[in-house]
């Protein structure tokens, strides 16, 4: 059964601050590797990755996936208020695109103090 | 473009009782899956649409079952509910053989069950 962890659980830091999130993973047919941020209901969409050590970036955030280890980092620097939320990590795994599925992490809950 | 939209938002309901749910995908999307989000958990896959046919199936009963109708709309249906069937209910769309980055959720549908 696949199978996606998440750590931390929740964290709490102060604007400013850098945060780390971490996702371990174990699927079958892996294809690819997404961040996702959660707000109030929908979770919205921000990185998607396939190869490893190819960082991507979006402002103050980034991702990188390492598919040797089976895990991906999301790093968030000098955090605003703004970026609390659940930040939930989902890897895609299947035999083709159409047959693919996804299985989420439990989530990390963050928590940026102003 | 209105998106993804789910009804209705809110539902309570008692233990026994039978419910549906209903999501309209983005405009262009013909591809439907649904999740399970309980409070402090990530999104368990329940099953995924396409061309009016369960296509893939995640680890819920029978109780749940769904439907795709010709303009690419789903219904899923919980029957004899159960306390731990409360979680908000999300579906997401995308075309068929689309990236997963291209996947959109809708709001969610929380279902009380008391």
């Known amino acids: 059964e696949d199978k996606v962890v998440q750590s931390p659980l929740s964290l709490v830091v102060h604007e400013g601050d850098t945060v780390t999130l971490n996702c371990s993973y174990e699927v079958t047919n892996f294809r690819s590797l997404l961040w996702y941020k959660q707000e109030k209901k929908a979770p919205t969409f921000l990185f998607m990755l396939?190869?490893?050590?190819i960082e991507k970036k979006s402002g103050r955030l980034s991702s990188i996936l390492d598919k040797k280890e089976l895990f991906s980092i999301l790093n968030i620097t000098a955090t605003q208020t703004g970026d609390s939320a659940v930040y939930l990590c989902?890897?895609?795994?299947?035999?083709?695109?159409?047959?693919?599925?996804?299985?989420f992490g439990g989530g990390t809950r963050v928590l940026v103090k102003p | 473009d209105a998106g993804v939209t789910q009804s209705p938002t809110h539902l309570i309901k008692t233990r026994g009782q039978q419910v549906t749910l209903r999501c309209s995908p983005k405009s262009g999307h013909d591809t439907v899956s649904w999740y399970q989000q309980a409070l402090g958990q990530g999104p368990q896959f329940i099953f995924q649409y396409y061309e009016e046919e369960e296509r893939q199936r995640g680890n819920f009963p029978d109780r749940f079952s769904g439907h795709q109708f010709p303009n690419y709309s789903s219904e899923l249906n919980v029957n004899a509910l159960l306390l731990g069937d409360s979680a908000l209910y999300l579906c997401?769309?995308?075309?068929?053989?689309?990236?997963?980055?291209?996947?959109?959720f809708g709001p969610g549908t929380r279902l009380t069950v008391l």
């Open positions: 396939t190869s490893s050590g």
């Open positions: 989902a890897v895609e795994a299947g035999l083709g695109a159409a047959g693919n599925k996804l299985t």
């Open positions: 997401a769309t995308r075309k068929t053989g689309g990236l997963y980055n291209e996947q959109f």
